[in-house]
């Protein structure tokens, strides 16, 4: 039987209605030095009893929020070691008081569980019943409030969570303060009466009714039983799941490599070696079909045992990280540890002694690595066919590109051979490969995930590329990956400024878009002009409202690529001589377009009107993508105007190279996030034979604004979503 998309629970004021899918479990504060005797919160408060009364309830709505698949956050209170992220007022104040009789130990000071509310120490901890499992988000907090100077909010928005349920202690304070946060930003909010407590019981339920106040002024709030009824019909499939890894009857793999579908397998029985018994067989078939795609493939007798250390590792199926068992491999341009990075050029291949900092994150998850991909050399073109490595074509005709840079990536995502893979783009080489492999492309914003040990193409402009068969796979593996890097020059932290979440309502389903103008679009071959209008059509269907936009700042910014002195960085990052030593080594077409490079002889002084113009349209952009009712949320474009054939591009390969660009290169220099979303087929021209009628993908791209990851992705995932959904077609 289906499950709900929407559940209700009584609640006050009036019943409180969420979507489980878009609903986290937010359990605020469960720490030992909050609960234990001895800790800071007795000798602040003195009585614990109703705090310790909590601990039972809050671990019954954990146990069916997580049977429920609900996302879980947790918060903990606590400070630097150096107390550098203490303020003075929090330290003293009440020590401070001239009739202070109680307080008589602060923050940092020493106590019978480590340093008070100090992060490492075990008082700072969760309380043993109630530790988080693999995936679920642990939220370090330095103030009351769980939402000052912490990443839950990139976090939440990460999940696409519009509604929060809330428990924990204490009531009159951090449950209190954070769930205030909460409803500023937009979150629809519903605490759990029996689930939250405090020092002093009396302070409970004034504090509890002032938020449901004047027809819920804050939120709601509800019983823990009536919602533990409510949550039923998405508990009741997780009940029957032994913790056994080795049921009797242990379900089929049935071919689907999808991250969710996978996990649903893990759970019910599925091992990893059963999956990779048979992708290893796939990848063997596919290369009859295309020999191209891998530079270097794992053994499957490596990845059988990594598979069988997995199981070792999480022997309980209802405590599996995110990833689990999800196969997934890495373009060729990104240094693995102990092994060859060629980046297409195999006489100046080099053996890194580290890893990309995200590759040992994805492991720590899970995942299992098979393997890297190839591509356009040095990672130089949109077309796929630069490689010494062979040129991969099309999973959906062996005539036609696959696109490039990110050509191996985007096949093997294309084709089944993996769940997803990270790649790289610098001016469209995860996005217009994607789109020519029916998978989806999305690059962050520019620093979100670290680009160290990635090799450089253009560094400034470098970004991770994700591939993956649908959006919500590459939302996940971006979660798992983005973070703070201070050895990336370029990483960046989280957005200077929020912008809030719209949960209830008509705004909850509405977007501003913006597109090009028609004389833009011209460049489109007819049956990708006619798709890109029923693209538009299908938005305004959703809630989308197209608003007019000037487009003049993203065609200039893309023309800067490649057309003025940013192309001069293809060759900053190598030694002033590299080029002469090496041009013998290079693919004809690599050598050609560096070779014009060098011939340019731009001056310092053009490359500073070039940086100029940069900074100009980046604010032009801003403008266009602004935090008002006349911006947009994102701007939609076709991912590439056309789709040549193989030939095609070997008869003229840089000038169809940078017509593959026209609507790719600008994200990079504007500094945007973008996602290629596969939005149609449609018939091979002159397809015909015994091989019938042959069909080829279109590719839509939503640009968004600077570090708006978030909302760019989930206006990605409803189109792809009402277009039917996720995408594997192998």
């Keep these: 039987m289906a499950r709900p998309t929407t559940l209700t629970v009584n609640a006050k004021p009036y019943p409180y209605v969420f979507s489980p899918v878009h609903t986290a479990l937010l359990v605020i504060d469960m720490q030992r030095d909050f609960l234990l005797a001895n800790g800071f919160g007795e000798i602040e408060a003195g009585s614990l009893a109703a705090v310790q009364a909590s601990i039972s309830p809050v671990k019954k709505l954990l146990d069916s929020c997580r049977q429920a698949r609900l996302a879980i956050f ?3 209170e606590g400070h630097r070691p150096d107390l550098s992220d203490c303020p003075s007022n929090k330290l003293i104040r009440q020590n401070a008081s001239p009739d202070n009789t109680q307080h008589l130990k602060v923050i940092g000071d020493p106590g019978d569980m480590g340093r008070l509310l100090i992060r490492g120490e075990k008082g700072h901890d969760i309380v043993d019943v109630l530790q988080p499992l693999p995936g679920e988000v642990v939220i370090d907090k330095p103030g009351r409030g769980a939402f000052w100077n912490t990443a839950l909010m990139d976090k939440l928005k990460a999940k696409a969570i519009t509604h929060l349920l809330l428990c924990g202690v204490t ?26 407590a405090g020092y002093n019981d009396s302070f409970k ?8 106040w004047s027809e819920g002024l804050f939120g709601f709030i509800a019983s823990l039983q009536p919602l533990l009824t409510t ?18 009857t242990p379900p089929a793999f049935n071919g689907k490599l999808s991250i969710s579908d996978l996990q649903r397998s893990y759970r019910q029985g599925l091992s990893p070696t059963t999956v990779l018994d048979a992708l290893y067989d796939r990848i063997e078939r596919y290369r009859q079909t295309d020999p191209a795609v891998w530079i270097h493939l794992e053994t499957k007798a490596s990845v059988m045992e990594k598979a069988k250390e997995l199981q070792v590792r999480w022997p309980d199926r209802t405590k599996l990280p995110p990833l689990f068992g999800v196969p997934f491999n890495v373009k060729d341009s990104i240094d693995i540890a102990g092994l060859p990075t060629t980046t297409a050029c195999p006489l100046l291949a080099r053996v890194p002694p580290k890893s990309w900092p995200a590759f040992e994150v994805l492991l720590r998850e899970g995942a299992i690595f098979i393997g890297k991909t190839n591509l356009d050399q040095l990672a130089t073109g949109l077309t796929g066919c630069r490689s010494p490595f062979g040129i991969p074509r099309s999973v959906f005709n062996h005539d036609y590109i696959s696109g490039g840079s990110s050509s191996g990536s985007c096949v093997s995502v294309g084709a089944g051979l993996v769940s997803f893979s990270v790649a790289t783009d610098t001016a469209g080489s995860g996005r217009v490969p994607a789109g020519f492999n029916g998978v989806v492309g999305y690059k962050p914003t520019r620093g979100m995930i670290s680009c160290r040990g990635v090799t450089p193409a253009c560094l400034s402009l470098d970004c991770i590329a994700l591939i993956a068969s649908n959006v919500s796979d590459a939302r996940t593996v971006w979660d798992t990956c983005v973070s703070y890097d201070e050895e990336d020059r370029y990483s960046k932290t989280a957005a200077p400024m929020q912008r809030h979440v719209n949960s209830t309502g008509p705004q909850a389903l509405s977007f501003n878009f913006g597109i090009p103008p028609l004389e833009s679009l011209a460049v489109c071959n007819p049956e990708y002009r006619q798709l890109f209008s ?12 197209l608003i007019p936009i000037g487009w003049s700042p993203f065609e200039k910014a893309g023309k800067l690529l490649y057309e003025g002195t940013f192309v001069s960085e293809r060759l900053a990052s190598l030694p002033d001589d590299w080029l002469d030593k090496n041009r013998d080594h290079l693919h004809p077409v690599t050598r050609e377009i560096f070779e014009a490079v060098v011939d340019r002889h731009s001056t310092a002084v053009e490359a500073y009107r070039d940086l100029q113009a940069k900074a100009l349209y980046i604010r032009l952009a801003e403008k266009v993508f602004a935090y008002s009712a006349s911006g947009v949320d994102v701007v939609v474009v076709p991912t590439a105007p056309t789709h040549y054939t193989v030939e095609e591009v070997l008869a003229d390969p840089i000038v169809k190279n940078s017509i593959l660009g026209e609507f790719a290169h600008c994200a990079n220099v504007l500094d945007l996030c973008a996602v290629a979303v596969p939005a149609s087929t449609y018939l091979v021209p002159e397809s015909s034979g015994s091989l019938g009628e042959q069909r080829l993908p279109f590719s839509m791209t939503f640009l968004g604004g600077s570090r708006s990851d978030a909302e760019t992705l989930e206006i990605a995932r409803r189109f792809e979503e009402s277009m039917g ?4 077609h192998y």
């Design 205 to 212: 339920c004034p504090t509890l009714d002032m938020i449901h």
């Design 534 to 545: 029923d693209v538009v059509k299908k938005l305004q269907s959703l809630g989308g409202h």
């Design 74 to 76: 947790h918060t903990r």
């Design 231 to 248: 949550l039923a019909p998405y508990t009741s499939d997780v009940l029957s799941i032994s913790r056994s890894t080795t049921p009797e």
């Design 171 to 196: 009531t009159e304070c951090c449950f209190d303060t954070t769930l205030r946060e909460a409803n500023d930003r937009g979150f629809e909010c519903c605490g759990i009466e029996e689930a939250t």
């Design 725 to 728: 959904g996720q995408g594997e």
